[in-house]
């Protein structure tokens, strides 16, 4: 718009495809049903065979406004991610006699992935030797509960959180960098983590 004031706008499409044969897979097969109160009444140690597989579609849209001086800089966004999971296990060939006929799990499942965020950033050179950065970051997910270890769930979950952060740069001589940052963040699912 002028110079120390920009809007950035970005927009991306991602796929990923993994698949895993994993002949041998271990696991523990623990039997429950004998003991009062669900307590565990027997583990065993057994193998099968894993086809796994996980195919994601990714798209995402931010838009950030900069406002920049000599020695300050603000920076404003808003993030917007939506994605499709399809994740499919297959679990046969147990090595210990299971207690019904057919595959330990045969799951196909399609579920949905969302983030918005919204985040703000300041930075201050107080002296030539030092810049100080704050900020805070808001991400409101919703997330498959498990498509990453077999066996996988159906169903998704939403959370949220306001997270802060901090930092510096410290140059006391030319040759020397101290940096330091604080920050907490929130973890997303595949892709966008």
Wanted: charged share 20%; hydrophobic share 35%.
């Amino acid at each position: 718009w002028s110079p120390g004031n920009h809007t950035l706008v970005l927009g991306s499409r991602m796929e990923s495809d993994y698949d895993a044969d994993i002949p041998g897979f271990q696991g523990l097969f623990i039997d429950r049903e004998r003991m009062p109160a669900g307590g565990i009444h027997t583990v065993v140690p057994f193998t099968m065979d894993l086809d796994y597989g996980n195919k994601i579609t990714l798209y995402t849209i931010e838009a950030q406004q900069i406002w920049q001086t000599p020695n300050q800089a603000t920076i404003a966004g808003i993030r917007f991610q939506d994605a499709d999971l399809e994740t499919e296990n297959l679990q046969v060939n147990p090595s210990i006699q299971w207690p019904f006929n057919g595959p330990l799990a045969d799951q196909d499942i399609n579920s949905g992935f969302l983030r918005f965020s919204a985040y703000a950033y300041h930075t201050r050179r107080l002296f030539d030797q030092l810049l100080i950065i704050g900020g805070v970051a808001y991400d409101q997910l919703r997330i498959p509960i498990n498509f990453r270890a077999p066996p996988i769930s159906d169903g998704e979950e939403t959370t949220d959180q306001l997270s802060p952060k901090a930092g510096f740069v410290w140059t006391p001589t030319l040759d020397t960098t101290v940096r330091g940052a604080y920050a907490q963040s929130m973890a997303g699912a595949s892709l966008d983590q």
